[in-house]
């Protein structure tokens, strides 16, 4: 096949990836965007809204280690297909239950591990049909789309009432659902997707358990599981409380944190190119652009923590999360497609999101009882502190080759 073609395959790919990803994250985000709506409309108070976000997460987490695992046998089409449908007929359907709150919280729990369906298959898809090249720029416009969803369910909370942003978004995901279907099929008919699969002949090279185990120790996993913990809780629990941080400790109106919101998250999408700049800035070296994402991040919070001018407090912030966001970068952009000759990359995502998850479920809800206590300037040191430990995290400890 010509660079060419090559090149363009990749290309189109990486779009209908993009698109579908966009509507999960748009999905994921309207209970964030619409929070401050329905704690001042009294649907459901801050510790309803932390519960919700922590169900969501747990099923989200516990979903990415099973799909993921599934991901590497079936096909990524109808695990993506599935993935997001189910998600769309949840989140349709979700308003009309609100007055039981446990039902509520299953249904939000149903759309986690609906949408974990999505992510492992996809970034397969990418690695074992594109070169690692253009990998390497896929799972960039997927980390753009992931950031740019908070803007979008924030103009959906600005536009409609709580209930209609997530019907909007149930219609949205089912619509992805059908066109993913769609165009998958027709790749798969042109050989643009070819599913590699595990077989007998290449199980005493790589496929056994301990095999697998062995090739990601050796890639760094253990480095990258903490790595993914704490990028996880900044990325994932510290970005949904924004508008409740806006409103409770700036003082903002509800309308006003939504609006805030809105336009910071689309800066906050930005990050994926900013992590891209500085790993080149570094001469594509992990390590380097881990510690200098997460020094950063952390002397951003502490200015957060010290600065209580509203203008300057969000901007730090905002900064903040996206210096975290480069070190998460370096997971899903650089590290994951790098797994590609292993056969072992949706098994790989999915572990990762596990446990990025698993990490924002305990932070999310640990976040709604601890304002109470220790406030919103405590969280901000709190958050500081992981960011401390993410640099040391990041240190080599000794030479090996990087990713």
């Given at each position: 096949?010509?660079?060419?073609?090559?090149?363009?395959?990749?290309?189109?790919?990486?779009?209908?990836?993009?698109?579908a990803y966009l509507s999960v994250y748009i999905a994921r985000n309207v209970?964030?965007?619409?929070?401050?709506?329905?704690?001042?409309?009294?649907?459901?108070?801050?510790?309803?809204?932390?519960?919700?976000?922590?169900?969501?997460?747990?099923?989200?987490?516990?979903?990415?280690?099973?799909?993921?695992?599934?991901?590497?046998?079936?096909?990524?089409?109808?695990?993506?297909?599935?993935?997001?449908?189910?998600?769309?007929?949840?989140?349709?359907?979700?308003?009309?239950?609100?007055?039981?709150?446990?039902?509520?919280i299953l249904l939000y729990g149903l759309l986690g591990f609906a949408l974990?369906?999505?992510?492992?298959?996809?970034?397969?898809?990418?690695?074992?049909?594109?070169?690692?090249?253009?990998?390497?720029?896929?799972?960039?416009?997927?980390?753009?789309?992931?950031?740019?969803?908070?803007?979008?369910?924030?103009?959906?909370?600005?536009?409609?009432?709580?209930?209609?942003?997530?019907?909007?978004?149930?219609?949205?995901?089912?619509?992805?659902?059908?066109?993913?279907?769609?165009?998958?099929?027709?790749?798969?008919?042109?050989?643009?997707?070819?599913?590699?699969?595990?077989?007998?002949?290449?199980?005493?090279?790589?496929?056994?358990?301990?095999?697998?185990?062995?090739?990601?120790?050796?890639?760094?996993?253990?480095?990258?599981?903490?790595?993914?913990?704490?990028?996880?809780?900044?990325?994932?629990?510290?970005?949904?409380?924004?508008?409740?941080?806006?409103?409770?400790?700036?003082?903002?109106?509800?309308?006003?944190?939504?609006?805030?919101?809105?336009?910071?998250?689309?800066?906050?999408?930005?990050?994926?190119?900013?992590?891209?700049?500085?790993?080149?800035?570094?001469?594509?070296?992990?390590?380097?652009?881990?510690?200098?994402?997460?020094?950063?991040?952390?002397?951003?919070?502490?200015?957060?923590?010290?600065?209580?001018?509203?203008?300057?407090?969000?901007?730090?912030?905002?900064?903040?999360?996206?210096?975290?966001?480069?070190?998460?970068?370096?997971?899903?952009?650089?590290?994951?497609?790098?797994?590609?000759?292993?056969?072992?990359?949706?098994?790989?995502?999915?572990?990762?999101?596990?446990?990025?998850?698993?990490?924002?479920?305990?932070?999310?809800?640990?976040?709604?009882?601890?304002?109470?206590?220790?406030?919103?300037?405590?969280?901000?040191?709190?958050?500081?502190?992981?960011?401390?430990?993410?640099?040391?995290?990041?240190?080599?400890?000794?030479?090996?080759?990087?990713?």
């Amino acid at each position: 096949m010509s660079t060419n073609a090559m090149s363009k395959n990749a290309f189109f790919i990486g779009v209908i990836c993009s698109f579908a990803y966009l509507s999960v994250y748009i999905a994921r985000n309207v209970l964030s965007a619409v929070s401050p709506q329905m704690i001042s409309d009294g649907i459901f108070s801050e510790n309803i809204i932390g519960s919700l976000s922590s169900v969501f997460f747990f099923a989200y987490a516990i979903g990415q280690l099973i799909n993921g695992l599934i991901g590497d046998v079936i096909k990524s089409k109808y695990m993506i297909t599935i993935g997001l449908l189910l998600a769309g007929i949840t989140s349709f359907i979700l308003p009309i239950f609100t007055e039981s709150t446990i039902t509520t919280i299953l249904l939000y729990g149903l759309l986690g591990f609906a949408l974990s369906m999505i992510y492992g298959p996809m970034t397969k898809a990418i690695a074992e049909n594109t070169e690692p090249y253009h990998a390497i720029k896929c799972n960039l416009a997927l980390n753009f789309a992931a950031y740019f969803g908070a803007p979008i369910a924030g103009l959906l909370a600005l536009a409609f009432l709580w209930d209609t942003a997530f019907k909007s978004s149930g219609i949205m995901l089912c619509f992805m659902a059908v066109l993913c279907f769609v165009i998958f099929s027709y790749f798969e008919a042109k050989k643009i997707i070819v599913y590699k699969r595990s077989d007998d002949s290449q199980k005493d090279k790589r496929n056994s358990f301990k095999t697998s185990l062995n090739i990601l120790f050796k890639r760094s996993i253990v480095k990258y599981t903490f790595v993914s913990i704490l990028t996880g809780i900044i990325r994932t629990s510290v970005l949904f409380w924004l508008p409740t941080y806006l409103m409770q400790y700036l003082n903002f109106s509800e309308k006003n944190s939504t609006s805030i919101f809105t336009v910071t998250s689309l800066f906050i999408s930005l990050g994926s190119f900013a992590a891209a700049y500085i790993y080149k800035l570094f001469r594509n070296n992990t390590d380097k652009t881990l510690i200098f994402s997460f020094l950063l991040a952390a002397i951003l919070f502490l200015g957060a923590f010290i600065i209580k001018q509203e203008v300057v407090n969000i901007l730090l912030l905002i900064l903040a999360i996206v210096a975290s966001n480069c070190a998460s970068t370096m997971i899903w952009s650089f590290y994951c497609p790098s797994l590609a000759d292993t056969g072992l990359v949706s098994s790989a995502t999915g572990y990762l999101d596990f446990i990025s998850y698993m990490a924002a479920a305990i932070s999310s809800k640990l976040f709604a009882n601890a304002v109470g206590d220790i406030g919103w300037g405590g969280l901000i040191l709190v958050w500081f502190a992981l960011m401390i430990i993410g640099v040391i995290i990041s240190i080599p400890y000794k030479k090996r080759c990087d990713v």
